[in-house]
T-cell receptor, first 116, second 110 residues
Framework: GAVVSQHPSRVICKSGTSVKIECRSL??????MFWYRQFPKKSLMLMAT?????????EQGVEKDKFLINHASLTLSTLTVTSAHPEDSSFYIC????????????FGPGTRLTVL | LAKTTQPISMDSYEGQEVNITCSHN???????ITWYQQFPSQGPRFIIQ???TKVTNEVASLFIPADRKSSTLSLPRVSLSDTAVYYC???????????FGSGTKLNVKP
């Protein structure tokens, strides 16, 4: 089956620094990827839709200057949390859309971000 | 996308069949129903998808009544490893934006 990876799996950073999270589709090309955020014991919240070669589309309430998304290739999307603060600590999950006979999203394993 | 309502949590014992129901009263004609499973600190994993009647795969069955306003995910003979959160999502066949509801936390006890 299609595999999506994320790197790093865990990251701890100091407040005010920026953190980049990578999302890769390992065995398929994904023109569309999605970024989610999940707080403890809460559901996944869609943050943005990342389309290869174009600007990301952000959900209402998500700061695009805070969460920079780049989808430079068909297998890689990156999420950069700029000037991270403790309230940005969360579980960040990406997914990639496999377009073919059936459209299906494949989720990455997630990245645990802790901002001190 | 149609809003979904699920029980917040369910308890079961190993070996039992578990049925998790999802309500989606405003489901549209071209909407499909998809279920995902999520373990702690992992991304969601696709379980099953259906449009009407019954769908079965190697891990679960999905029952959808004629009015399609609800659906039931059936997990046969659960084990401790089935303890997870189960999400029901509803949207068109080619829907790509997932708006997750609260999900159902299934706790399987020995």
């Amino acid at each position: 089956g299609a595999v999506v990876s994320q790197h790093p799996s865990r990251v701890i950073c100091k407040s005010g620094t920026s953190v980049k999270i990578e999302c890769r589709s390992l065995d398929f090309q994904a023109t569309t990827m999605f970024w989610y955020r999940q707080f403890p014991k809460k559901s996944l919240m869609l943050m943005a839709t990342s389309n290869e070669g174009s600007k990301a589309t952000y959900e209402q309430g998500v700061e695009k200057d805070k969460f920079l998304i780049n989808h430079a290739s068909l297998t890689l999307s990156t999420l950069t949390v700029t000037s991270a603060h403790p309230e940005d600590s969360s579980f960040y999950i990406c997914s990639a859309l496999l377009a073919g006979g059936e459209l299906e999203q494949f989720f990455g394993p997630g990245t645990r971000l802790t901002v001190l | 996308l149609a809003k979904t309502t699920q029980p917040i949590s369910m308890d079961s014992y190993e070996g039992q069949e578990v049925n998790i129901t999802c309500s989606h009263n405003n489901i549209a004609t071209n909407d499909y129903i998809t279920w995902y499973q999520q373990f702690p600190s992992q991304g969601p994993r696709f379980i099953i998808q259906g449009y009407k009647t019954k769908v079965t795969n190697e891990v679960a069955s999905l029952f959808i009544p004629a009015d399609r306003k609800s659906s039931t995910l059936s997990l046969p003979r659960v084990s401790l490893s089935d303890t997870a959160v189960y999400y029901c999502l509803v949207g068109p066949y080619n829907f790509n934006k997932f708006y997750f509801g609260s999900g159902t936390k299934l706790n399987v006890k020995p």
